[in-house]
């Protein structure tokens, strides 16, 4: 089990369309670590994708801090994952792991589509239970043209995500 070292003011919540614009910023200083300051063209350029994508999803659920400020979200269109990230600050204490445990066991996600090039995030699901279901296909992935890989979740019941 992780342990969150921050102070957060509940678990994981619904996060209301008037407030999906401020996950933006919480999707940019993801990007925007992950990347480390290259490639900053293509991370503004990627916004506006991720901005449509936002006005476009059937659910959005965060962990906002004491203050009320969102620190992770995971974005979800019908069954697929869409988006699903946490600032800098906040990762390695289980939070993602927790988004993806409340999209797989109460919203009833049960894919996502990553670039192949992302070898971090292809383990982070693989870890907790996804596995790639057939060859690699061509797509756009935040409004890029993209090699992308389909991984689908493998139902376990009464199996958490974390033990895996």
Known sequence: MFAVTHTLASPIRPVPASEHAELVH???KSEFELLSG???????GCAHAVRRQLLEVSSVQAYYTARGRPVAFVALAEAQV???????????QGL????????????QASFVELPEAWPAALAFYRGRG???VGPSFQGLFRGRPQTLLRLEHTHEPGRSLRSR
């Open 38 to 44: 290259h490639g900053m063209a293509a991370l503004y």
């Open 82 to 92: 869409v988006l699903l990230d946490v600032l800098p600050d906040y990762r390695n």
């Open 26 to 28: 919480v999707w940019e």
């Open 130 to 132: 996804f596995r790639r």
């Open 96 to 107: 993602g792991t927790a988004l993806l445990e409340c999209a797989v066991g109460r919203l």
